[in-house]
């Protein structure tokens, strides 16, 4: 029938190759597939034999062979997904960079200060009308210093900028997150791989490669695909409660029901099925794509209204905070959905796979890490927020009190501009303190870590399915491990045999074992072992033999080729259609059997399992004759001792293979009563498999143990072999008095008399607790549960647990951290897992630990570089605007420092590589606070330290450096030499600050293996650069001067020149005659202005009209009277020049062109000799005006009017010119 069948598909697919209409080759279409798999149980059965004649006609229709599945032909498999689908549904879709913009755009801080920004701007560009300003205060005089005021934008393009490069940042870190996310989900699903037959070869395929018409051969462990129908079955059982919520097993049989569905586990025996639906047409697809409507358009109120109920269902489950069951943490959340619309009332996991599936944004995950951070951003926060409104009120209180109070002026109309100016400057200052006390760098920092951990932990084969799993794990105190795979190779091999009354200690020669048992035993093996396992020829030269499939079965098979016979032929005689029934292995029966029925209408059982197990069960056994005789209780207790014991004691696993005939006489047996069919077993033989430990495991356990992290081993097998491999690994040492236990005396001592558990029980054994073994999955999850709910220890337990079979799904689920094997778990241990060890190796996790201490030591050192920073910030600009009425920190320099400090320090500090000395210490647990003692205590001492550096800077400053004070500036007075200094230092100091943030458990050596962390020293370097340019006088960058402002050094005269080289500092009377000096230098240097000066001058209008080549006649009286002022302000210090100073201005005041009838004989320059020291030799009578109240000598007092006059009068400084050099610093 088989072959028949397989000859139809062929001519099938041949003759479909000519027709074009795809889905007209196949004899059903798309949408009668996709209703017959709507329906469920009987209905699906009879609609298949009314519809298609049964499974077998639906396989002809669909042009396959259920014996030789599909051709694997490329053109065959083109037409079919161009029919049916291809087995891929679409990720919803990403963020663009512009939603991520605009999301980083919502943070609080940053609108405060766009607000202030634009707000400060607009008043820049508001020119008051020409009042006198006097009235308005001495602080408002700079207010029309048109030089300054002309750069008034400045400060708010500056902030502008910078909030533009911190949201770009952090929308660019979001955006490289969620990309690296979906690099990580494309990556788990290509691993992703599924057995097909093609050809009549069983092959493994990609998952998105399965096509509608393949043969799908699925066994225990495995998460189907795509939907099918059942071609045959060996005691198959499913969980569907990812689709309808309800825990049972279906049990699925030809007879009644047929149906397997996509995302749904098999969680017991094997089989076969044709796959009818993929992709977006399977169950799954269809409700994922539901799903991803009702997110993409809101305006359906059904959707609405199903979003509403998902997000109280949310709300429920993040109440109840249970574990739910294993599906909670799908990646492929398909299914999740499902429960939400056909079970909205049982499902729970529906709804908390909803929540997970949510969660899956990276944006979402909340680790106890980042939840301690949060807390601190949080507290930080509002500590600032309270700094920075006091600031704000400080500073209005005071400028009020100064302004009506002490000076006692009226509100003018006129002033109203300049004083709203002010209070915007004060609010900005108060905006500024707020953003430096807020760490926005925390939350990125953790973010950056994480994702490059998670990168670089692709290396050390973890790959991580949880963001937060990567940090938890650096806390682990207790590791439950796996022995198959984990701790050992996982690559079986028979080493010790005992058949025929004898105990072979290698495998013997077949000629031996007398042929009744050879056949028995060669034909056990065959048919009992599952048909996907199968030794497969070395991929290498000279390699070991692959193992596909189970590995102890592997064994078996191994142990078959070894006698010189071959197993596979036996397998093709009888194909797995022939088998008359399957008991396949699961964690309760510890067995599996095989029921052949033969030609006389008699039956055959062949059994094989754990030998303490199954040799109870047995009461005949194959001697040397090849017959059967008598196996009494007393033989049984004679053979554990003489032969399992030895051969567990050396870590071998005992594995026993038996039979049983049921004669016709006794008619057929009742298979359903698997009690009744496995007794009165004969043995053939028990066969000791080694599974050599991996060398590097006990180099890992000793590791893990000086990092204060206590390994248990959790496995089934016998404990003697338990104990052996421990022993071998180094979990038990020789002379500890650790505790073995096996699965029933472990639940025996942990049961009170009704038999219900008991913490306190727990609590007493699992301190000691080291190996236990024989422990079904129940036992593994009773035992991560009560170590994690311990109270015992003076710190929470965080438990790590490694898994591989479907059984270890719950205990995988309810572990802190749960680690899959990527090669030999199931798929429903790798669903349930946080982290998958792509090797399977033991020593994977302990780079896991490493990892994990690295996150969250970097988390810790960023921690102790950004709140020094922030105590210093915050303090500097409080009690600086406090005293000076304004921030030694503006707003700009301050976002500077955020950047630098926030983005670029998180950078640099969290992807420090992680070092072995990680795991010298104990781990942290879970309480511990973020800021340790020793954190602490750096913290506050480098804060003292640049505290006072920094105050001594502002304070004393001036009589240090001798240069002008830049305190108490008038508003948009342009930068000062002074407060430059400050800031530089204050960078500087932040700077190696961050080298020292490198080490944060009190170690001397700061510089310890700087250089293997590039990143660390290019950021570095590349701040100190940036800041070094920065700080450079505009004047200094020649290559950024405008056209027809910068004089170039050569028009200069050489004596102006030799002048120039002495004005390197500025004295108080000096900055007075600025403005003077400004015009001189214009006249002196801009040679193609002289005719117009000359001009200008004779016809009466001002150096204005010089300098500006726009002689306007309304301002001919405001200028005579800014002449006079000038030269009323000049008469003091006219005594002031030397010789040669006068001389030179002399000689340019003595050319014939430049001859000015006047009065005053000269309007001299002043040179760099000190006001102070040089008592002013006065040449007219005029007395000097009374000294000014205000130190800071930019601001004018009223008894100079010169700068008060208008603002027209007022010209911007030459930026070519010295002394602009010495004005600017940023």
């Not at 196996?631 to 207790?637: C, H, K, L, S, T």
């Not at 948009?972 to 230092?985: D, K, L, M, Q, R």
Request: aromatic fraction near 6%.
């Amino acid at each position: 029938m088989g072959t028949d069948m397989a000859n139809n598909s062929y001519s099938g697919v041949k003759n479909s190759m000519a027709e074009t209409n795809h889905e007209g080759d196949f004899g059903c279409s798309l949408k009668e597939l996709c209703n017959l798999m709507e329906l469920r149980g009987t209905e699906g059965l009879h609609k298949i034999e009314e519809s298609y004649g049964g499974v077998q006609g639906l396989c002809t229709r669909l042009k396959s062979s259920p014996v030789e599945g599909l051709s694997g032909h490329p053109s065959d498999i083109e037409k079919r997904k161009a029919a049916f689908g291809q087995n891929f549904i679409p990720p919803k879709k990403p963020k663009t960079f512009l939603q991520l913009v605009w999301e980083a755009l919502q943070d609080v801080t940053l609108i405060i200060l766009e607000v202030a920004a634009i707000v400060s701007l607009g008043l820049s560009f508001y020119k008051p009308p020409g009042a006198d300003r006097e009235h308005c205060g001495k602080g408002a005089g700079g207010v029309e210093d048109e030089n300054e005021s002309e750069a008034g934008w400045i400060e708010g393009a500056a902030i502008l900028l910078s909030v533009i490069c911190v949201v770009l940042v952090t929308a660019f870190n979001d955006w490289s997150k969620e990309k690296q996310f979906r690099g990580l989900q494309s990556r788990i699903e290509q691993e992703q791989k599924f057995s097909v037959v093609r050809g009549g070869q069983v092959i493994q395929i990609p998952v998105t490669e399965i096509v509608v018409g393949d043969i799908a051969q699925i066994k225990y462990g495995d998460l189907l695909p795509a939907d099918g129908i059942l071609i045959q079955g060996n005691d198959l059982k499913i969980d569907e409660s990812s689709l309808t919520g309800e825990s049972d097993h279906v049990k699925k049989t030809l007879d009644k029901d047929l149906m397997l569905l996509s995302g749904t586990h098999v969680m017991e025996g094997s089989g076969k099925m044709v796959v009818s639906a993929v992709g977006v047409n399977s169950q799954t697809g269809i409700i994922f794509t539901l799903l991803g409507a009702g997110e993409d358009d809101d305006d359906d109120d059904e959707e609405k209204e199903e979003k509403k109920k998902e997000k109280e269902k949310k709300k429920e489950k993040k109440n109840k905070k249970q574990d739910g069951s294993v599906e909670n943490r799908k990646k492929a959340k398909a299914q999740d959905g499902a429960a939400m619309e056909m079970q909205p009332l049982k499902s729970e996991e529906g709804g908390d796979a909803e929540e997970k599936r949510k969660a899956n944004l990276p944006k979402k995950e909340k680790s106890v890490l980042q939840g301690k951070l949060t807390k601190l951003a949080v507290q930080i926060g509002k500590a600032g927020l309270v700094m920075s409104a006091i600031t704000v009120i400080i500073l209005v209180v005071l400028f009020v009190v100064d302004t009506f109070w002490i000076q006692g002026l009226p509100w003018v109309k006129s002033c109203t501009p300049i004083y709203i100016q002010f209070f915007v400057k004060f609010f900005i200052i108060g905006v500024t303190v707020l953003v430096v006390a807020v760490p926005e760098g925390l939350p990125l920092a953790v973010t950056i870590s994480l994702a490059y951990s998670v990168k670089k932990m692709m290396k050390d084969n973890n790959l991580v399915r949880h963001l937060d799993a990567c940090e938890t794990m650096g806390n682990a105190t207790a590791i439950c491990s796996d022995k198959t795979g984990t701790l050992t190779m996982n690559r079986m091999t028979v080493v010790q045999v005992y058949v025929a009354d004898k105990h072979y200690k290698k495998v013997p020669e077949p000629e031996l074992i007398p042929a009744t048992i050879m056949d028995l035993l060669i034909l056990g093996i065959g048919v009992n072992c599952a048909y996907t396992t199968k030794i497969m020829p070395p991929e290498k030269e000279g390699g070991l033999p692959r193992q596909v499939g189970n590995k102890t079965e592997c064994a078996l098979l191994g142990f078959a080729l070894d006698l010189k016979r071959d197993y596979q032929a036996i397998r093709n005689e009888i194909p797995e259609e022939k088998l008359y029934k399957v008991y396949t292995f699961n964690s309760v029966r510890k067995s599996m059997s095989t029921v052949l029925k033969n030609a006389d209408g008699s039956f055959r059982m062949f059994s094989k399992g754990a030998s303490e197990i199954l040799l109870k069960k047995c009461c005949k056994i194959l001697t040397a004759n090849g017959e059967p005789k008598l196996f009494r209780p007393r033989d049984r207790e004679d053979m554990v001792k003489k032969v399992i014991e030895p051969m567990a004691s050396e870590g071998l696993r005992t594995i026993c293979l038996a039979y049983r005939d049921f004669p016709p006489s006794e008619g057929e047996p009742d298979w359903e009563n698997e009690n009744e069919i496995l007794t009165s077993l004969t043995c053939v033989c028990v066969v000791g498999i080694e599974d050599p430990v991996r060398p590097e495991v006990p180099d890992a356990i000793r590791k893990c143990q000086r990092a204060g992290i206590t390994v248990r081993m959790v496995t089934g097998d016998n404990i003697n072999t338990a104990r052996a491999i421990a022993t071998k690994c180094g979990i038990l040492q020789p002379g500890d008095d650790f505790l073995c236990l096996e699965g029933k005396e472990f639940n025996r001592r942990i049961r009170n008399e009704k038999g219900e558990i008991e913490q306190e029980r727990i609590d007493k054994i699992w301190p000691k607790l080291r190996v236990l073994a024989r422990s079904s999955p129940t036992d593994k999850h009773t035992l991560v549960k009560g170590i994690i709910d311990s109270t015992v220890a003076e710190q929470r337990q965080v438990v790590a647990v490694t898994g591989d079979g479907t059984n270890d799904g719950p205990a995988l689920k309810k572990a802190d951290v749960g680690f899959a094997m990527g090669i030999a778990g199931t798929d429903v241990a790798k669903e349930a897992s946080d982290i998958i060890l792509t090797d399977d190796n033991f020593s994977s996790i302990v780079k896991a630990v490493m990892w994990g201490r690295n996150v969250y030591d970097s988390i810790s050192k960023f921690l102790q570089f950004q709140l020094t920073v922030n105590v210093v910030a915050v303090i500097v600009a409080f009690t600086g605007a406090c005293i000076t009425q304004d921030s030694p920190l503006k707003a700009v320099q301050m976002l500077w420092v955020n950047l630098i400090m926030d983005t670029f320090a998180s950078l640099a500090l969290a992807t420090e590589p992680p070092t072995e000395s990680l795991l010298l210490r104990k781990p942290y647990g879970r309480n511990k606070p973020l800021i340790s003692r020793t954190m602490m205590k750096n913290i506050l001492g480098h804060a003292v330290y640049q505290l006072t550096i920094i105050f001594t800077l502002l304070f004393a400053g001036e009589q240090i450096f001798d240069i002008d004070s830049g305190r108490n500036t008038p508003l948009n007075a342009p930068p000062s030499e002074h407060y430059t200094i400050v800031f530089n230092t204050f960078v500087m100091m932040q700077l190696f600050n961050e080298i020292n943030a490198r080490k944060i458990h009190g170690e001397r050596n700061v510089f310890d293996g700087i250089f293997n962390n590039i990143i660390f020293c290019s950021i570095v370097l590349g701040t100190f650069i940036i800041q070094l340019i920065s700080s450079i006088p505009t004047s200094r960058l020649k290559f950024l001067k405008t056209a027809g402002h910068g004089t170039q050094k050569e028009e200069i005269p050489d004596e102006e020149l030799e002048d120039m080289d002495g004005l390197d500092e500025i004295d108080h009377a000096e900055r007075e005659l600025r403005r003077g000096q400004i015009l001189w230098f214009r006249g002196l240097n801009r040679i193609q202005t002289q005719m117009d000066v000359v001009s200008a001058f004779q016809s009466g209008t001002s150096f204005q009209g010089a300098v500006r080549r726009q002689p306007s006649s309304t301002s001919q009286q405001h200028d005579i009277r800014v002449v006079n002022a000038f030269r009323s302000s000049l008469s003091p210090y006219e005594g002031l020049e030397k010789p040669e100073s006068r001389s030179s201005i002399h000689n340019f005041m003595t050319h014939p062109e430049f001859r000015i009838e006047d009065s005053e004989p000269h309007i001299p320059l002043i040179d760099d000799t000190d006001a102070e020291d040089d008592a002013p030799t006065k040449r007219n009578s005029t007395p000097p005006p009374p000294p000014s109240p205000n130190k800071n000598n930019n601001a004018v007092d009223s008894s100079i009017h010169l700068f008060l006059e208008s603002s027209k009068c007022v010209s911007p400084t030459a930026p070519g010119s010295p002394l602009h050099s010495l004005e600017t610093s940023l």
